[in-house]
């Protein structure tokens, strides 16, 4: 059964801290990983990672994909309070062009003043 | 706006009642999606339409049945509502692979 493993549930770190999150998957076959983020409302999209030792970046915020050891890191430097939220790990396992989406469960970053 | 948007934001209702949430997307994307997410924050599909056409039913009880009138809107309707259902429903809508997700409708069931 296909699976996405995110680590760890949970995280309380302090404001200028540096955070690493986890995302792990098995899947019959692979189309792409995608990072979201979750604060009150709805998920909003991070990044979308297809290729191997590509990093992509957005701000404080980067992410990298290992389809060898079938993983991913997301990367947050010098945290602030406004990225507390839920951040949630999703595969598309193309087995069909449906972009049906596996998430994990998600990891709680707290970040305190 | 551009935007995936879901009415309404909260629903609170009775057992055994019938229920529907409406989505809108104005984005042009031609596949739609209806998610729950669970009091544990977990996120699982439930149906995907493209271009009107049911593409994804996973297992979920027959009493939601999606509809999808044209591509641009994919409404969900609940009948007889149990405790259970109890959850935020998504709705998103997909473009080049990722995913744009409304702001949740928060159904409680009592």
């Known amino acids: 059964e296909d699976k996405v493993v995110q680590s760890p549930l949970s995280l309380v770190v302090h404001e200028g801290d540096t955070v690493t999150l986890n995302c792990s998957y098995e899947?019959?076959?692979?189309?792409?990983l995608l990072w979201y983020k979750q604060e009150k409302k709805a998920p909003t999209f991070l990044f979308m990672l297809?290729?191997?030792?590509i990093e992509k970046k957005s701000g404080r915020l980067s992410s990298i994909l290992d389809k060898k050891e079938l993983f991913s890191i997301l990367n947050i430097t010098a945290t602030q309070t406004g990225d507390s939220a839920i951040y949630l790990c999703?595969?598309?396992?193309?087995?069909?062009?449906?972009?049906?989406?596996?998430f994990g469960q998600g990891t709680t970053l707290q970040v305190k003043p | 706006d551009t935007a995936v948007s879901q009415t309404p934001k909260y629903l609170v209702t009775q057992m055994g009642n019938d229920k529907s949430i409406k989505c809108e997307q104005n984005l042009g994307h031609d596949t739609m999606y209806w998610y729950k997410q669970d009091s544990k924050k977990f996120l699982k599909i439930m149906f995907s339409y493209n271009n009107k056409e049911l593409i994804i039913n996973e297992t979920v009880p027959n009493r939601f049945s999606p509809k999808s009138p044209d591509k641009a809107h994919l409404n969900l309707h609940i009948n007889s509502l149990e405790l259970g259902d109890s959850a935020v429903y998504f709705c998103a809508s997909r473009l080049a692979g990722s995913q744009y997700f409304g702001p949740g409708t928060r159904l409680l069931v009592l």
């Open positions: 899947v019959t076959n692979f189309r792409s």
């Open positions: 297809t290729s191997s030792g």
């Open positions: 999703a595969v598309d396992p193309g087995s069909s062009n449906t972009g049906k989406l596996i």
